[in-house]
Every structure is written in structure tokens, then in C-alpha cells.
């Protein structure tokens, strides 16, 4: 309990501290396939995903430079238990613009019911230059909603320390 709450100081000094990027600067969502509901507004997300593989939305493309460090973060909730969860995901490319195929994905530990914060962090390698986020679940039967506050990824400055859960 300690770790977590270590972790989750640390995580908000980060943000304060950082340079933001959200993913809604100026660009809309999008849904990953046309089979996925989303309603966009100024809290966040609101997304229905029918059963099956992995469906969401994603960003615009967010511009990074390489070597620095990010962290991704949202609020996510479930309105059912899903037993193979929703996360957050970074995508990284080596394109400004987002173009082309993505060459690292980066996911959240998954949350599988509830309401649970989602992170990733990251040291963006040498070649990416932009990132997308995506908030992504995989229903199994009969599809599930889920709410998430706007995504944001945020640059740490060099001098912050960013404790791991596990120290």
C-alpha cells in the first residue's frame, strides 16, 4: 500500500513538474473500428466496445523527442468485470506526424473492473518522434463502456525522480 502511494506521489510531482501534451490538443479522438462508440467531451472519453479483440480510440499523433523521458496517464472505468481488461497504450513512430507503422507498443497494466489509474512510463529511443495514446479493452461477451478522463502524456524533467512501485 505504501508503494502505491509512493508511486502515485511521485507520479503527480512528475506531472506538475512536466511539460503536457494531451491528446486532444486541438485534434479530435477517433475510434479504432467502426464498431466502437465514442463520445468525446471536455471531462474525457466515454466508449462502448463490443466483445472481441482489443478496440478503443486513439489520438492524434503527439510530437516527442528522443531520449526524454514520458509518462502517459488516464482514469479508467468499467462499467463491467472484463477478465482480459482495458489499458492504456503508447504507440511510438519514427515519423513527426504519426504516419506509417508504429514501431513500439507500450501498454498500462491492465484494469479489469472499477475504476483504476493507468500509466505508462517511458524513455522515448532514439528514433521516435511522435507518440499516439490509446485507451483500449477487450469485452469478452456482450461488450462493455468505458469512461476515461482525456489521456495525457507529459515530459519529466530531467531532475525529477520517479520512484517504481516496487522500490
Known amino acids: 500500500m505504501q508503494k502505491s502511494v509512493v508511486a502515485a506521489a511521485a507520479l503527480a510531482i512528475a506531472v506538475a513538474l ?5 491528446a486532444d490538443d486541438g485534434a479530435p479522438w ?6 466502437v462508440r465514442l463520445v468525446t467531451d471536455a471531462s ?3 466508449l462502448v466496445i463490443p466483445s472481441g479483440r482489443a478496440r478503443g480510440a486513439t489520438s492524434r499523433a ?3 523527442a528522443p531520449g526524454e523521458t514520458y509518462i502517459a496517464s488516464a482514469r479508467l472505468e468499467l462499467d463491467v468485470l472484463i477478465a482480459r481488461g482495458a489499458f492504456l497504450r503508447v504507440a511510438l513512430y519514427d515519423r513527426a506526424d504519426g504516419g506509417g507503422r508504429q514501431r513500439v507498443r507500450l501498454d498500462s497494466v491492465s484494469v479489469r473492473g472499477g475504476e483504476a489509474g493507468a500509466t ?3 524513455e522515448a529511443p532514439a528514433w521516435a518522434h511522435a507518440a499516439k495514446l490509446r485507451v483500449l479493452a477487450r469485452p469478452d461477451r456482450g461488450g462493455a463502456q468505458l469512461s476515461t478522463t482525456t489521456p495525457e502524456l507529459v515530459r519529466v524533467p530531467a531532475a525529477t525522480v520517479v520512484l517504481r512501485p516496487d522500490e
Do not use: N
Not at 477517433?30 to 464498431?35: K, N, Q, V, Y
Open 18 to 22: 512536466g511539460t503536457r501534451a494531451s
Open 120 to 122: 505508462v512510463l517511458f
Open 44 to 46: 474525457g472519453l466515454e
Open 30 to 35: 477517433r475510434s479504432t473500428s467502426p464498431r
Open 62 to 64: 503527439i510530437p516527442i
